[in-house]
């Protein structure tokens, strides 16, 4: 299942020459065609040569590929052809698209038709993951964990006029090592102002554009003034920050907390990044030095990454229990119940992995022992940043029969995946694939939701409790550690009180979603991690 | 016998001037970056990014300087929501070398073997 990014960068070239032939096959049919020999197995939606759209009739995508807009072959109709070809193959829900015709659409347009537009059951769009980008964009690539930045991590509330619901930006946390850091930047801090910009009160196109600037600097040595405003302060005050080039430490704040019931451990797991596998292995092989009992494993800011990452956390905390068992497997539409409709491989589960990979030989070589807590429960920290990888890890984990309590918010509900696919200069992402653990569940779409009745099988056993700025990452005071540390305690399973008010939105937070209008962070996407002020006028 | 003396002699000689110091100058052995500096991380930038056939490349000014290998990934993108747009990745990340041959700074991609001499780096061996 793991193609290397060296492998990928040769199957581009593959491509291209798989397309030269395409394109020859093509050519050679027309004229063949032409005068009255050849196969004409693209005849169903071919006139003359030229491809029309028949509904209902599919040609092979392949032959559609990198027909584009400009080229001597290709046109817009090939481009949007070989999307409804590639989707109808192998988008997830192939069925539940609405087979319109591609005339009265831009490329960009008739891709975004190509998805279902069904619900879950909580009534969100079931498939909120439909991407396209440039391939140029895409094709990317950095030192793991590299950003152009201060080492800040935010968090937007985005402005809504209609629920009365002001901009604000809050520092989640910081990275060691840092300019942030070196500032001693706390956590719950909230940006008053970027350069002199009021944040709440910003709403025209230069005074947005100057936040972004300031929360994105495009350039390194960009000195930026942030008015920031300590949690429970009334005072401001001005932090002058110089951009440079950061690297993030994903595996974090890795401790012990002695409680009458055994020693607890605790670490902030950030990102599935390739240098969060020595961090990983550290902290669990202090973790287990140190004979915790119980693990809360802090995934509140993570929306995953490499899953093999995943895997191996898996056993390094459930241990024997991993033992045959099934991390993950994937399963794609009906038309491929047996094989990778992509990399053309036989389906097969995927294990936990019981063995160092060596993302970075030079600081972990592959092949050893992983550690093991060898735990038969798991507390978890989460909110709607939880996704992906991370919520794969609490599936499978629950698929043998590890205890998750899970303590926050509900998760983002991201079961899926997709192999980016470009075409004509963009990658397009497509809801391919969906994660079963070993007992065959993967519909979570709505994500993992905290309760103390769970009677779902999205549903998990644990406690809401909202992010809590108000304390550092990993303090035993901070909301969600302490309930967690309260719900274990002589095993009393009790939770934080929670408003009828809270539990509304905490269930209706995935509804949200601003797009009247949209400032974008739109300098080049090489060199930070790109977020956005999203916000209503 | 004169005849296979010169020819031992030879063949020692030969052995210790070329073939066994050729083989010496071979040897790569790991490297860290001994004085980073602004000159140097950008001639690792450009022979990274020249690696990976990129215009460039973010390459934190800590590189090489407490291991001798660095891992690349994708940029991680976003969507307007804030979830990564691929929080489930099969790709295995790329793996880069810092060595010493021949006296020689030189990155490597450790997949395809491609090096790049870096001329202004100053690095000593792990």
Not at chain 1, 76 to 103: C, F, G, V
Not at chain 1, 155 to 172: E, G, M, N, W, Y
Not at chain 1, 291 to 296: A, F, G
Not at chain 1, 396 to 401: A, E, H, Q, T
């Amino acid at each position: 299942m793991t193609l290397s990014l060296n492998s990928f960068l040769n199957k581009r070239v593959n491509k291209e020459l798989k397309k030269t032939f395409s394109t020859l096959i093509l050519t050679s049919t027309v004229l063949l065609s032409a005068c009255g020999g050849g196969s004409t197995s693209h005849s169903p939606s071919t006139v003359s040569g030229e491809y029309t759209w028949v509904a209902g009739t599919f040609v092979d995508d392949s032959t559609l590929d990198n027909l584009c807009v400009g080229s001597s072959n290709g046109s817009a109709l090939t481009e949007k052809l070989w999307l409804r070809s590639w989707s109808n193959d192998t988008y997830l829900w192939y069925n539940e698209i609405d087979d319109q015709s591609p005339a009265s659409f831009s490329i960009s347009d008739y891709f975004t038709e190509l998805k279902t537009n069904a619900l879950t059951p909580s009534g969100k769009l079931k498939d909120q993951f439909h991407f396209s980008m440039s391939t140029q964009e895409w094709n990317l690539l950095n030192q793991s964990g590299a950003s152009l930045g201060y080492g800040i991590h935010y968090h937007f509330q985005q402005k809504d006029v209609s629920l009365a619901i002001p901009r604000k930006i809050t520092i989640s946390y910081t990275d060691p090592d840092t300019p942030a850091s070196a500032q001693s930047i706390s956590r719950g801090a909230i940006i008053v102002a970027v350069d002199g910009v009021n944040v709440e009160n910003a709403d025209d196109d230069t005074s947005i554009a100057s936040l972004n600037n300031g929360l994105f600097p495009e350039s390194e040595g960009l000195e930026v003034v942030f008015t920031l405003q300590n949690f429970g302060e009334s005072d401001t005050h001005e932090v002058t920050l110089i951009a440079e080039r950061v690297v993030s430490t994903p595996v974090q704040n890795v401790k012990t907390i002695d409680t009458d019931n055994g020693k607890v451990g605790y670490l902030q797991f950030n990102s599935h990044i390739a240098t969060a596998e020595k961090g990983l292995v550290d902290a669990i092989t202090r973790l287990e030095t140190e004979n915790i009992s119980d693990l809360v494993l802090d995934l509140r800011y993570n929306g995953g990454g490499l899953l093999a990452l995943a895997s191996q956390l898996g056993y390094m905390i459930a241990g024997d229990a991993t033992t045959d068992k099934t991390f993950e497997k994937l399963t794609f539409n009906d038309k491929y119940p047996t094989k990778d409709p992509v990399t053309g491989s036989t389906l097969q589960p995927s294990p936990f992995h019981s063995k160092t990979i060596g993302f970075n030989a030079g600081l972990l070589t592959a092949g050893q022992d992983l550690p093991t807590l060898n735990l038969t429960r798991l507390f978890v920290l989460t909110t709607a940043n939880t996704c992906s990888a991370s919520e794969s890890l609490m599936n499978s984990l629950r698929g043998i029969d590890i205890e998750v309590i899970q303590i926050g918010e509900t998760t983002c509900g991201k079961p899926y995946g997709f192999y980016p696919t470009p075409n004509c200069g963009t990658t397009y992402f497509s809801v391919q694939f969906k994660g079963e653990n070993d007992q065959g569940f993967g519909d979570y779409a709505d994500g993992f939701m905290p309760t103390q009745t769970p009677s779902f099988k999205s549903e998990v056993q644990g406690c809401i409790v909202e992010d809590d700025f108000s304390k550092a990452l990993g303090s035993e005071t901070e909301a969600m550690l302490a309930a967690a540390l309260v719900y274990r305690a002589d095993d009393s399973r009790t939770c934080p009180e929670v408003s009828a008010n809270k539990r509304a939105q905490h269930a209706f937070i995935h509804n949200i979603v601003d797009s009247a209008f949209i400032i974008e962070d739109k300098r080049p996407q090489s060199i930070f991690f790109n977020n956005r002020i999203v916000s209503l006028k | 016998m004169k005849f296979t003396l010169t020819l031992v002699t030879t063949l020692i000689i030969t052995c210790l001037t070329s073939g066994c110091s050729l083989q010496a100058k071979n040897i790569a052995n790991p490297a860290v970056i001994a004085k980073p500096s602004t000159q140097s991380n950008i001639e690792l930038q450009v022979a990274i990014a020249s690696l990976l056939g990129q215009k460039q490349v973010l390459i934190a000014k800590s590189a090489f300087t407490k291991s001798s290998s660095l891992t690349i990934e994708r940029v991680p993108y976003s969507s307007q929501n804030g979830q990564l747009i691929n929080g489930r990745v099969t790709e295995k990340p790329m793996l880069f070398r810092l060595v010493i041959r021949d006296g020689q700074c030189i990155v490597q991609n450790a997949e395809s073997e491609e090096e790049r001499v870096l001329p202004v780096t100053k690095c000593h061996v792990l």
